[in-house]
């Protein structure tokens, strides 16, 4: 069975930083790919960022440059460090994993966690 568990969501003041973490069991990480999203409300669900196998990454560009994404093999747990934050970056936030070595699309990613929520004021 396998569970994706965020957490590391809260309120921050615009210009903030927050991490978030995703605790993966039942699945090793070291699988492949593994990827950030978010939904903020009336939105459709958005990459933010996503690691591939190799350890290749990808951003959206509204991100690039204040978020980072990054993984811990022994913890089995995914990272995203977010800074500057800005009020556009208010969201649902979800990790989730494709098994697939290389990054595609959201539609290949076969797991997901619940999400932890983030807010910027």
């Known amino acids: 069975h396998v569970q994706l568990v965020e957490s590391g969501g809260g309120s921050v003041r615009a210009g903030g930083s927050l991490r978030l973490s995703c605790v993966a069991s039942?699945?090793?990480?070291?699988?492949?790919?593994m990827g950030w999203f978010r939904q903020a409300p009336g939105k459709e669900r958005e990459g933010v960022a996503d690691?591939?196998?190799?350890?290749?990454?990808n951003y959206a560009f509204s991100v690039k440059g204040r978020f980072a994404i990054s993984k811990d093999n022994a913890k089995n747990t995914l990272y995203l460090q977010m800074n500057s934050l800005e009020p556009e970056d208010t969201a649902n936030y979800f990790c989730?994993?494709?098994?697939?070595?290389?990054?595609?699309?959201?539609?290949?990613?076969?797991?997901w966690g619940q999400g932890t929520q983030v807010t910027v004021s």
């Open positions: 039942g699945y090793k990480i070291t699988s492949g790919c």
């Open positions: 989730a994993a494709a098994d697939l070595w290389y990054c595609l699309g959201q539609s290949t990613y076969i797991y």
């Open positions: 690691i591939s196998g190799d350890g290749s990454t």
